[in-house]
């Protein structure tokens, strides 16, 4: 695993703490004593599995942006930027605590809402995707991740692995919500502020060692194309 990777586990991993101290009710109100006993570990993985398929579209569509971004030779101070721009926000979090809250759509609180009350599977993946779109300090980290990855594959694998980090906090979130004093829960939430910190100073780093637009030396082995160069590789057809 690359350490880019590597950091969309750790954000996930610390993300779902924090959602464990702070969201730990909201948590444990996905309704699986109402399912048939032979379908509550189905309807988990379904409700979790869709969750991981809504951060991996959010990352795609991001990815998207970060290749656009990459085409016109804008990724190394998108890196920067997005260093910087963490780093602000770190420093004046306690201002922005106070502005208004972005709320979700009215659609997805409607749809949330009808999904609690109807114990199926069909509600449970339901639930799921819509919780990945919920607003989230930790999706938002893992989104600005993903802006600097060079294609929509990529931002989604990015996003994926976030989702994956956030799976053994989240599955245990009955045992850390019951067994974890209050004092313990909200030191948990208190973890986020570093995990941006870390990213913030490995965006900056990533963008420094990024080359600049038009400062790529041309390998001796690059052979010009119509869209940019190809390695000489014997066999295979690098051109039209």
Same mark, same amino acid.
């Given at each position: ?20 101290? +702070? &969201?730990? !009710? ?16 189905? #309807? ?17 569509? $991001? ?17 920067? #930027? ?19 809250? $972005?709320?979700? @759509?009215?659609?997805? *609180?409607? *749809? +949330? ?12 993946? #339901? ?8 607003? &989230? ?44 004093? $209050? ?6 939430? #208190? ?22 637009? @038009?400062?790529?030396?041309? /390998?001796? /082995? /690059?052979?010009?194309? &119509?869209? @940019?160069?190809?390695?000489?590789? !014997? ?6």
């Amino acid at each position: 695993m690359t350490l880019w990777l590597l950091t969309a586990l750790i954000t996930g991993f610390a993300g779902s703490l924090h959602c464990v101290g +702070m &969201c730990g !009710p909201l948590a444990m109100a996905l309704p699986v004593g109402r399912l048939p006993l032979a379908q509550r570990k189905l #309807g988990v993985g379904l409700y979790h599995g869709a969750r991981l398929l809504a951060y991996a579209g959010l990352g795609g569509v $991001v990815g998207s942006l970060g290749q656009g971004f990459l085409l016109v030779g804008m990724q190394r101070p998108l890196a920067i #930027g997005a260093g910087l721009f963490l780093l602000i926000w770190l420093l004046l979090r306690r201002y922005a605590a106070k502005l208004p809250t $972005v709320l979700p @759509g009215r659609w997805i *609180s409607r *749809s +949330m809402g009808r999904f609690l009350r109807e114990p199926s599977l069909r509600a449970f993946t #339901g639930l799921g995707f819509l919780n990945g779109l919920l607003p &989230c300090g930790s999706v938002y980290l893992a989104l600005i991740g993903a802006l600097t990855t060079p294609s929509p594959m990529a931002g989604a694998v990015y996003l994926l692995v976030f989702g994956l980090g956030t799976l053994p906090a989240m599955l245990s979130v009955p045992l850390l919500v019951s067994r974890l004093p $209050v004092r313990w829960r909200q030191r948990m939430a #208190g973890n986020l502020p570093l995990i941006t910190l870390f990213l913030a100073l490995l965006l900056l780093v990533r963008g420094v060692g990024l080359p600049s637009a @038009g400062s790529r030396q041309s /390998d001796p /082995d /690059d052979i010009p194309v &119509c869209h @940019g160069t190809a390695k000489n590789w !014997p066999g295979k057809l690098l051109a039209r």
